[in-house]
């Protein structure tokens, strides 16, 4: 939780454009007139306060990309016990540790932070990106790590992995050889299966607004359909009778969907699954609190 007042307009100034926007409109007459931004959060913060400010910390952790889940249902895991394996085994890994780092190895645990009762969240870091610098002919590499976020989840145990496709598998072994548990007692959900894709749409009352085909011939890879606002392009036979016309094969689809904040912000979220292989992915600046909706909504399905 924030203390400071500077750290009060830090936390706002982390809010998502239309957010913040929704903020100011709904405490416009508490804020100064014009249309400077930082005298607004500096007004915003002093109404608010410490407590008022408190529920917008860490309201937005996920910066986009590739969301994963493994869940076990038969497991007496739980990340309170996972938190306590880890404080003994890690010791100062609240604070931060050092991993020791080999190139191209697996990744290191190396950070430990709860979020909520029911979210930990885990940092692993690998020793797996270079850059080449050429000045006056000569080359020389730079290899430097990565970082990569694990969320751990009660409910039915999960072990939420955020990050490029390439690295799942490993982060996966990673983390569960970590907290002693054995991957071929979950199951990894995806949404290959069209029955699944579509409960999960229902669930959340979501639109497909657009789509990506790929093409066999050698002129044209890829080819995409977008929705008209508030159309969905998986209602009646539209779609289907493109991708019969153009001869192409579904390769994604996005979707969209209202999340309600306590604050009467209404986020819209969105998310896109690649048919291929099921794998979920989400845009930039979704809310940790629809992530967690979500997720919910995923793992119910298997």
């Known amino acids: ?15 998502p454009v239309p957010h913040r926007n929704h903020l100011f409109l709904a405490y416009g007459k508490h804020l100064p007139d014009g249309r400077l931004v930082e005298p607004k959060l500096e007004a ?13 910390d860490n309201l937005y952790l996920h910066k986009g990309g590739l969301l994963s889940w493994y869940f076990f249902k038969d497991t ?15 010791e100062g890994i609240e604070d931060g540790l050092t991993p020791d780092l080999e190139w191209d190895g697996d990744p290191e645990l190396y950070h430990m932070k709860r979020r909520s009762k029911d979210l930990l969240i885990l940092k692993l870091a690998a020793l797996d990106k270079e850059r080449v610098f050429q000045t006056n002919w000569r080359r020389r590499t730079v290899r430097y790590d990565s970082t990569y976020v694990i969320a751990l989840r009660d409910g039915s145990f999960t072990i ?26 979950g199951t990894e ?54 991708e019969r016309g153009a001869g192409v094969t579904g390769f994604s ?8 904040h306590p604050d009467g912000y209404k ?21 940790e609190p629809a992530i967690r909706v979500l997720q919910q909504h995923v793992v119910s399905l298997f």
Do not use: W
């Open 1 to 15: 939780m924030p203390q400071p007042h500077f750290s009060v307009v830090d936390v706002l100034r982390t809010l």
């Open 76 to 90: 007496n895991t739980t990340t309170r016990s996972v938190e306590i394996r880890l404080r003994r085994e890690y």
């Open 189 to 242: 959900c995806d949404l290959r299966d069209i029955s699944k894709r579509n409960a999960l749409k229902a669930a959340l009352d979501a639109r497909c607004f657009f789509a990506q085909h790929r093409h066999d011939d050698t002129e044209v890879s890829r080819t995409t359909v977008e929705a008209q606002p508030e159309y969905d392009l998986e209602s009646g036979t539209r779609l289907d009778d493109i």
């Open 267 to 287: 986020e819209l979220c969105k998310y896109r699954v690649r048919l291929s292989n099921g794998q979920v992915r989400v845009e930039k600046d979704m809310s």
């Open 160 to 185: 939420e992995v955020r990050s490029p496709h390439s690295k799942v598998s490993a982060l996966y072994r990673a983390v569960s050889s970590a907290i002693r548990l054995q991957l071929a007692s």
């Open 44 to 56: 915003l913060a002093e109404y608010l306060g410490t407590t008022g400010v408190a529920p917008y």
């Open 253 to 260: 689809r996005s979707y969209d969907f209202e999340y309600d």
